[in-house]
Structures are given as structure tokens and as C-alpha cells.
């Protein structure tokens, strides 16, 4: 195993753990830790030269940037909200604003894909500062930082000393899934 499979390995264990930990009675966190989870099995695969598992890598983590991070803004913003308690409403979300996502971001508006997941971390971090949340607000850092990684670093990069861009992508993102999971968790006790 290579240091990018690991780092998504990291990211897909991260994942797993802050569904189990923090999204019980939360589907919409479940439904985004389980999208966020599939794209790093998948890109575990890939990075460990599965060679026909770069396809479903791309798609998952397509899908993943258009409607997990909605799914996890609703979960913290909105934990009442029906689509933050029901997973049937979870499901249909997931099918038709993914859906919608996947084929705009196919069909000539390739921003898409990342307009949506900035929007909705910067909304996330938004929330987090309102709620005085220390777990939220490290975590919002973590994905904003993520976001930023991608956006901005070269892909010859060395970050800190010691990771690749893809690397760095995936460590931020796991220390914000369980940062922002342990928000969740204390949103839901309060």
C-alpha cells in the first residue's frame, strides 16, 4: 500500500468511524460520511493500482462533492430539519441533487463540483462560529483547509515537509469529518 492509498484509507476509517459514533438518529451525517466513505474505498483501490477502480473513484467523489457536504450542512445547520431525520428523504436527496450535481458538473458547468462543496463549508464554518462549537470550528478549518489544498496547491507539491497534495486533501478531510461529527454529536445532546 502506497502513501496515497493510506491517506484514503485514513479518510474512509474516519468516515466510518464518525457514522458510527456520531450519526445515530442523523441520517443526513450518515448519508454523508457514507458517500465521503465510498469515494476513499474506492480511491483505495485506485491508489493501490486497481486499474478499473479509477473510474467509480472519480464518480464517487464526483457525486460525493455535490450533495455530502449539503448533507452534512444539514445535519449541523438543521438537525431538525426533515431531511436531517428521515433516510428516506437522505435517499432522494441523494438521487436527485446528486444527480442534478453529477450531470451539470458533466454537462458544461465543471465549477459545480466545487462551487457546492465551498459553499456549503463555508456555511458549515459559519454555523460552527455561531454555536461556539471548539470540535466544529477545528473542524470547519480542517475542510476549509482541504478545499484550499485542492484549489490551490500544485500537484507536484510537498505540504509541511512530508505530504502530497492528494495526501494533505485526505488527512484534512478526515480530521474534519470527525471534528465536525463530534459537533454533531454535542448538537444533538443539547
Known sequence: MNADALS????????????????????AWRGGMLLLGLAAAAGVL???????????????SLLAACVAFLLMLTALRWPEAPLAKRPTAVGRFVVLVGGFGVAVSQMGAPLWAQVVPGVSAMVIAWTMLERRSVPGVLGSAALLGSFAVAALAPNDTVLAGLFNKTQALHYLLALAVVALGAAAGA???A
Open 8 to 27: 484514503d484509507l485514513v479518510l474512509l476509517l474516519a468516515c466510518t468511524a464518525s457514522a458510527w459514533l456520531f450519526g445515530a438518529g442523523r441520517p
Open 187 to 189: 448538537i444533538r445532546r
Open 46 to 60: 485506485r491508489y493501490s493500482g486497481v486499474d478499473w477502480a479509477l473510474g467509480p473513484h472519480r464518480f464517487m
